[in-house]
């Protein structure tokens, strides 16, 4: 029995994938730090499909550890979708910016996305339909000066995982590797980057995607060959090759 | 009394920058794991000018708890520019790569990077004549394939401080921030990467740049009003705009 992994899951982008995947007849490995919401989502899962096979785990990702302890607690589960979701945002200057927030968004956002993906290419690259998709952002593709950590932490993301699908490309590796780069999407992440309990994104921000819309960009990308899923300045999904030059 | 902190001072274009800055008649903070070598280039520092004070500092910031202990320890020190040149390389697949290198890497390359920025920033940033300098790498333009992450890691750098140089343009600051990249430079960099004892430069690279020019490259970037100092593929030395683009 093949699964699907999704970190992040509880909310936004996440959520919406699982249900996306649950309809398309996938089984799911939820992971979060929230229990309670992936069980919320195991059972609107068996709302739509009560055959799938829901696996909730809690995990803190910006723990590194953690990353390898989920890693090895799946080792019995055959995996075909691995996606790197989970990312926490900071909306400050340099100057300002809360040094205990930037650790714990670096270990996320980078190091648990290096560790996961790594461990994950190392045993599935040669099983034929596996994917790893990780989740970067526009803003790692153009630094936004109100959180220039957070974009460069999404650089990393971004440059890493167009150089693994070409590393897996050279290799005839069977995996393919996929960068989705969402613009502002209406989901939880402005209120933890901004510290804030409520932020009203009809209100505040001039265009952006719901996290249903994301989801659907991401099951494009899913079906497609291209590397990189990235919604451009008009809020335009676009399906492209490497951004960044690679050299070799 | 006003004083250069340099990071990865043990060798390499830390250690060349050291002396460099020494010519200026500038006292010193040096920065490594290995206190015998700092010692070494304290002596060397002292036989051009025994004015200077030199403090060598023994702090592996792989360890991210040492780079708060760094900075604490040199509260009562008047910074003039701080230099983040330490970092690590791991030249192998993503599939092959060694994980507990890549963590530390990511820590040294990455965090400690991003927390000394920060805290260098929020004392100085409004001090005439500061500088905080960060060595990227040409890597951080254009991914490497032999070393994927590496590569992530240095995107990581390049971004954050082109952003920096921004944000601090946009506050009217005192401050500088500036991106060094330099391509192959002879140094222990290729040993450290590619876990070997020795590494011959001379018949293994068809190109590179002695630890000397590139320190010569540092001081043209530190006399430079520009935000980018990198070495193209034809290893000339351009001083640069940002390279990366900007959003606010």
């Known amino acids: 029995m093949k699964y699907t992994v999704i970190t992040g899951a509880s909310s936004g982008i996440g959520y919406e994938t699982a249900l996306a995947f649950a309809a398309r007849g996938k089984n799911l490995i939820l992971v979060a ?10 059972n609107e899962i068996h709302n739509i499909n009560p055959e799938l096979d829901v696996l909730p785990c809690r995990v803190d990702l910006s723990v590194t550890e953690q990353a390898y302890n989920l890693y090895n607690k799946l080792k019995g589960y055959e995996i075909e979708t691995w996606i790197n979701n989970a990312g926490l945002g900071e909306s400050s200057s340099v100057t300002d910016q809360n040094l205990e ?31 790893l998709i990780n989740v970067s952002s526009a803003l790692g593709y153009a630094t936004y000066i109100g959180g220039i950590t957070y974009s460069a ?35 939880e992440f402005e209120k933890t980057a901004q510290d804030v309990d409520e932020f009203d994104y009809k209100n505040f921000m001039p265009k952006y995607h719901t ?18 899923g990235i919604v451009d300045e008009s809020y335009n999904f676009n399906l492209r090759d490497q951004i960044y030059p690679i050299i070799g």
């Open 33 to 42: 730090r929230r229990l309670d919401k992936l069980e919320e989502l195991k």
């Open 101 to 131: 927030k930037i650790e714990s968004m670096l270990r996320l956002n980078i190091e648990s996305l290096a560790i996961l993906s790594t461990l994950f290419v190392r045993d599935y690259s040669n099983v034929e339909g596996t994917q």
């Open 153 to 187: 932490s999404k650089y990393f993301v971004s440059a890493f995982t167009e150089g693994l699908a070409k590393e897996l490309e050279l290799k005839s590796a069977k995996m393919k590797a996929k960068v989705l780069a969402p613009a502002v999407t209406e989901t």
């Open 211 to 228: 996290a249903k819309q994301m989801a659907g960009f991401m099951m494009e990308l899913y079906d497609n060959d291209k590397v990189v």
